[in-house]
């Protein structure tokens, strides 16, 4: 029931809802990672939605953009990646959220568990006890070079990703509105990773709603 209320309150969105995997679901162990868990999400893009309503199965699929990598926010930032890997791109334009979907857990038992934050704040925070998700990797989202957070200023070797009243090379958000940084997050981060400077500093960005999603993946990105 607390899965079924979940999904008919965020569906279709950016929600991944991580459920006890049935015996006689039929799922290849590919699909689950082994786990005893299977992940499952409706998006809410228009451009997938046209793409589920083609197909007469569920459709299983990772990230489009290779493991432990800078999330894609648009089709060029795919093929930075997966060029040559993979045969086409449906472009579907840059993303709205810019961060992934928030991951909660619903255990055999009812209970609700974050696994990780994102655009959807629902009051339920994890403890991350184990691996569930690639997300919650420690180190997972990076640029490829060191990445400093909380910086006011670069040093002379950064590249600066400003936010609010602390400009930067790039600026998630030049008003300081957390919807605009976690739209721009990932973008910044690839211009960070492709820039001349060896080494990448992110301003302070507040721990409160989606800014708790931004922070978490800068923390990744700089493990």
């Known amino acids: ?14 929600l991944t809802l991580v459920l006890p995997r049935r015996a006689d679901a039929g799922l290849a ?37 290779r493991s432990g990598f800078i999330s894609p926010t648009t089709p060029a930032h795919v093929l930075a ?9 449906l472009d579907g334009g840059a993303t709205s959220a810019g961060v992934e979907s928030t991951i909660v857990a619903v255990r055999a038992d009812g209970s609700v568990e974050e696994l990780r934050p994102g655009p959807l704040q629902l009051g339920t925070r994890g403890q991350g006890k184990s691996i569930e998700a690639p997300g919650q990797l420690a180190s997972h989202y990076a640029p490829g070079k ?3 957070l909380g910086a006011a200023e670069a040093e002379a070797d950064e590249f600066l990703i400003g936010f609010g009243a602390v400009a930067g090379d790039v600026t998630l958000s030049v008003s300081g509105d957390l919807d605009e940084a976690a739209s721009r997050l ?9 820039a001349a400077q060896p080494r990448i500093a992110v301003a302070p960005v507040p721990e409160e709603g989606v800014g708790r999603a931004i922070n978490d993946r800068l923390r990744r990105a700089a493990a």
């Open 81 to 89: 990646s997966l060029d040559g890997r993979i045969d086409m791109v």
């Open 186 to 194: 990932y973008a910044c981060l690839h211009e960070g990773a492709n």
């Open 29 to 65: 162990p590919a699909v689950t990672a082994g786990l005893p868990t299977v992940a499952l999400r409706a998006p809410a893009h228009p451009a997938m939605r046209a793409l589920l309503e083609r197909l007469t199965f569920p459709l299983a699929a990772p990230s489009a953009n």
């Open 146 to 148: 060191p990445v400093r």
């Open 1 to 14: 029931p607390a899965a079924r209320a979940l999904a008919e309150a965020h569906w279709p969105g950016p």
